[in-house]
């Protein structure tokens, strides 16, 4: 069974900063996406970045880019240009094409970020 | 173009009861899964619906089950219901043969008093 470790509760970073939210996970396949979630208080998860394992080249949006290490199952999430609106839960989740990737992920506990003035 | 929609966005039980919960997946996806999430967890996977069946479930007892429409909605069933059973309970949808990217609603909040 897959399993992701995020191993940091809570961060917070000052407007306009960059931050990097960390994520670890197992898995035994060697083809699977990784995914990074935004929750805000309004509960809806919103997809913000995803990562195809295959791919080497790290995946970016915008102001959000992760650093992924496969040999290392590391999946990292960079916010550059941090805002008030980033605040919020974030959650990294892994999907396999064998059980229909984005249609039964697997998620981490989740870091909270915090973004002050 | 509508996205999820769960209904309703909050109740309350009590312990022993059953429960409904309802969700709309955004218009044209065909799969809708299930997950539940406890206060200060991730989402954990409740089971997975495709073509009015239950394709994949997760680590939960009998007690949940779930039903998929014609038209691809989908509801979440609960019985005797738990204290444990308090949770947030999320929707998701998504195509199949497109899966890299799944929507989801807005949850519903359950509470089992």
């Known amino acids: 069974a897959q399993t992701v470790t995020q191993s940091q509760p809570e961060m917070s970073v000052q407007e306009a900063e960059t931050v990097t939210l960390s994520c670890t996970y197992d898995t035994s396949e060697s083809d699977y996406y990784l995914f990074w979630y935004k929750q805000p208080p309004s509960r809806q998860m919103i997809l913000v970045i995803r990562?195809?394992?295959?791919?080497?080249q790290n995946a970016t949006e915008n102001r959000f880019s992760v650093n992924f290490q496969k040999a290392a199952k590391s999946f990292s999430l960079k916010i550059s240009d941090s805002q008030l609106g980033d605040a919020a839960m974030y959650f990294c989740?892994?999907?396999?094409?064998?059980?229909?990737?984005?249609?039964?992920?697997?998620f981490g506990t989740g870091t909270r970020l915090q973004v002050t003035l | 173009d509508a996205g999820v929609t769960q209904s309703p966005t909050h109740l309350i039980k009590t312990r022993g009861q059953q429960v409904t919960l309802r969700c709309s997946p955004k218009?044209?996806?065909?799969?809708v899964s299930w997950y539940q999430q406890a206060l200060g967890q991730g989402p954990q996977f409740i089971f997975q619906?495709?073509?009015?069946?239950?394709?994949q479930r997760g680590n939960f007892p009998d007690r949940f089950s779930g039903h998929q429409f014609p038209n691809y909605s989908s509801e979440l069933n609960v019985n005797a219901l738990l204290l444990g059973d308090s949770a947030l309970y999320l929707c998701a949808s998504s195509l199949a043969g497109e899966e890299t990217e799944a929507f989801f609603g807005q949850g519903t909040r359950l509470t089992v008093v």
């Open positions: 990562q195809e394992a295959y791919k080497q």
């Open positions: 218009s044209g996806h065909d799969t």
């Open positions: 619906y495709y073509e009015e069946e239950e394709r």
């Open positions: 989740a892994y999907g396999s094409p064998n059980t229909g990737t984005a249609s039964k992920l697997t």
